[in-house]
């Protein structure tokens, strides 16, 4: 029963785009709809729910959670490169956590107990999926503002060592 859920994100991405779209537009404590233009704005969202949509088709473990944020790793460097803050991404991505969570509790039809525990094994999915990606996006805006450190570099094959000159033993020069 679990993969009722897959379908209907699939299903739903126009809605919950729009819903998506209106929370954004609706929050003021971030500048993204002056900085980024609608296309730019929703760009990146079939490709979380498509992900998304994955997850909860299936029982992923954490680690599967994790590699699949990774992949979408994409979209916060884009946010990086258009000039948008970090806690603008977050914020972001707590809104579509929102959506997706009302999305799930509206549209994913309770009926049985058993429906409650998959409902609660989706949320949990989506939930972990959406920190992964804020975690993600830490990573790529810590790792873009970290000044150039210069470092060693590996010189391979090693230089050929020139010869060691004999020196004399010490007892004989006493």
Not at 67 to 91: T, Y
Not at 116 to 142: C, G, P, W
Request: net charge neutral; proline share 6%; hydrophobic share 40%.
């Amino acid at each position: 029963m679990t993969q009722q859920f897959a379908p209907l994100i699939k299903r739903c991405t126009g809605a919950i785009t729009n819903e998506w779209i209106d929370g954004i537009y609706a929050e003021r404590r971030t500048q993204l709809t002056s900085l980024l233009s609608y296309g730019q704005l929703v760009n990146h969202l079939p490709d979380i729910l498509d992900q998304l949509s994955s997850l909860l088709g299936a029982a992923p473990t954490d680690e599967q959670i994790a590699e699949a944020a990774r992949h979408l790793r994409v979209f916060p460097q884009v946010r990086f490169q258009q000039g948008v803050l970090l806690d603008e991404v977050a914020c972001e991505l707590m809104i579509l956590r929102q959506v997706i969570n009302a999305f799930l509790w509206r549209e994913g039809g309770i009926a049985h107990d058993e429906d409650v525990q998959n409902l609660h094994n989706a949320l949990a999915r989506a939930n972990r999926f959406i920190d992964e990606m804020i975690t993600q996006s830490v990573i790529v805006y810590a790792a873009s503002q970290r000044p150039p450190v210069s470092t060693r570099t590996s010189i391979w094959p090693p230089p050929r060592r020139a010869p060691v000159a004999k020196f004399p033993e010490r007892s004989k020069q006493q």
